[in-house]
């Protein structure tokens, strides 16, 4: 099992960056795929960016491509977005989520075992 906090969320206007942080603890993180995804109130969680346990894969969504980068550092048991020309509408919670390695690399959330608690972020116009 392994734990997952997220940190580095905030205000900022829009064409601002943050960046975010997801702190692993337990299990070798290097055993986990990990992933981004949001909700916005009223809406379903989405996906965001993923990438494979040994970060030499990522993955995005559309609405983000170009503009946030998934990383890993595998020696401090942390995944980052680096988040870069933010908009309004990627106003929402951020999660971090954790799959098992020999899973494939999830969009769904339902693709994902671990949880961390969120962080807000929040784009004004």
């Known amino acids: 099992q392994v734990q997952l906090v997220e940190s580095g969320g905030g205000l900022v206007q829009a064409g601002g960056s943050l960046r975010l942080s997801c702190a692993a603890s337990g299990r070798t993180f290097s055993s986990y795929n990990m992933g981004w995804f949001r909700q916005a109130p009223g809406k379903e969680r989405e996906f965001v960016a993923a990438i494979n346990w040994s970060g030499g894969s990522t993955y995005y969504a559309d609405s983000v491509k170009g503009r946030f980068t998934i990383s890993r550092d595998n020696a401090k048991n942390t995944v980052y977005l680096q988040m870069n020309s933010l908009k309004p509408e990627d106003t929402a919670v951020y999660y971090c989520?954790?799959?098992?390695?020999?899973?494939?690399?999830?969009?769904?959330?339902?693709?994902?075992?671990?949880w961390g608690q969120g962080t807000q972020v929040t784009v004004s116009s």
């Open positions: 989520a954790a799959a098992h390695r020999w899973q494939r690399v999830g969009v769904r959330p339902d693709e994902y075992d671990y």
